[in-house]
């Protein structure tokens, strides 16, 4: 599905220099490298605070910690997502309220939103899933008219760029309250292990989200408040300063991989190729198709492994269906944009070193083996 090894060959001089550099200064924690990385991702991104941290789930939970939410509040969130994003909301003892999403961004569903807001309703956590941004100018309004924080996941959409009505452009993830990404190898900016950051304009909840993240300590050794531990370490700092000088490039190899993708399956009847909303750029972390009800899945996705084709379910198993949330406020059929989803989405290989022989092989074998696959 992605390829870390070959895109590593092709900036191996910079990376190694760069992890050279930590190993010889020996500034492994908190070091230089963390402070420039820092930086260079403000500027980047145009947004005044970056905040670095473990992963991208530890972002979102510092986040919501961050909001001094109280037991009980509600967080509204959709149900066709990667868990992270309600875990932390249920493990800090807030209470997940999730909504439907749109079927062609796969991206929460404004009306399903203002549906679920209640006087309990504290947040909300738009998902910007696959690369593209959520309705994010519909949820700011919706958020200001009833006074909800707003938390970006994006951490699936970074470089990806919204334009609202006015003219103006936003980076995905700098729009709400607080935006949270992750820096997971195979995400757009990836790194060698684990990382995270947390993005806001807002210098009071960055003190807040730094305190947290360092134990919940401002002046060493007194703690304000309880706390975690969650840091990006300096050598993934080292990858990530070289990467995001190339991370231009990685999303335009991306896009031209998907554009690849939707001319060869414009006219497969059995493929819906992903629909681009008209004010988001997509930046294509996952190339997500959904196909027609009459495809067996499951064969087309083994018959394309055997042509050594990968290619994974993202996401199987809507949350309001998942073993550890099931809960009496939901039931089977009350989300049937996402449930219907999770029976019909394939997502195929996407990364930034698909070039067009192996993009020929994929379709070629997709379209024909398709045939052999309805139901
Ligand atoms: C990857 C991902 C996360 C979690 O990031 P980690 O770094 O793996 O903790 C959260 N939300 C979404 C949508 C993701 O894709």
Redesign the pocket.
């Known amino acids: 599905m992605v390829d870390v090894k070959s895109q590593y060959d092709r900036i191996k001089s910079e990376v190694d220099a760069g992890i050279q550099e930590v190993i010889e200064t020996a500034f492994f924690v908190k070091g230089p490298k963390v402070t420039e990385f820092q930086k260079d991702l403000e500027r980047f991104l145009g947004v005044k605070h970056v905040i670095p941290v473990g ?4 972002a ?1 939970q510092i986040s919501l910690m961050s909001l001094g939410l109280k037991r009980g509040d509600e967080v509204i969130t959709p149900t066709f ?2 868990i ?2 309600a875990e932390v909301v249920a493990l800090l003892g807030l209470t997940p309220v999730v909504v439907d999403v749109d079927p062609d961004t796969f991206c929460m569903s404004l009306e399903s939103v203002e549906k679920a807001i209640t006087p309990k309703t504290k947040a909300i956590v738009p ?1 910007h ?1 696959f690369g593209q941004n959520a309705e994010m100018e519909g949820i700011l309004e919706l958020a200001a008219k009833h006074h909800l924080y707003l938390v970006e ?1 994006a ?2 959409s970074i470089n990806s760029e919204y334009t609202f009505s006015d003219g103006r452009v936003c980076m995905s993830g700098c729009m709400g309250n607080m935006g949270c990404t ?1 820096f ?1 190898p195979s ?1 757009n900016l990836g790194c060698y292990g ?1 990382g ?1 950051a947390i993005f806001t304009n807002d210098d009071n909840l960055a003190a807040e989200a730094r305190c947290i993240a360092n134990h919940g300590m401002v002046v060493r050794y007194h703690h304000d408040k309880i706390g975690v531990n969650s840091r990006l370490d300096s050598i993934q700092a080292a990858v990530l300063c070289v990467k995001l000088k190339y991370l231009n490039d990685y999303t335009k190899r991306r896009q031209a991989a998907a554009d690849f993708y939707n001319k060869a399956f414009a006219n497969c009847s059995w493929i819906k190729t992903p629909v681009c909303g008209s004010k988001s750029t997509h930046v294509f972390h996952q190339y997500t198709i959904c196909l027609d009800e009459s495809v067996d899945r499951d064969l087309l996705s083994k018959k394309l492994d055997e042509k050594g084709i990968p290619s994974m379910v993202y996401y199987p198993i809507p949350l309001h269906l998942q073993k550890a949330y099931l809960d009496e406020r939901y039931k089977r059929g009350d989300f049937p944009v996402s449930e219907k989803l999770s029976q019909t989405v394939l997502s195929l290989p996407m990364h930034t070193e698909l070039d067009n022989e192996q993009l020929a092989y994929i379709t070629d074998n997709v379209c024909h083996l398709i045939e052999e696959c309805r139901k």
């Open positions: 992963n991208g789930t530890d979102l997502t990667f992270a994003t998902v899933l996941d951490c699936q992750s997971f995400k684990d995270g």
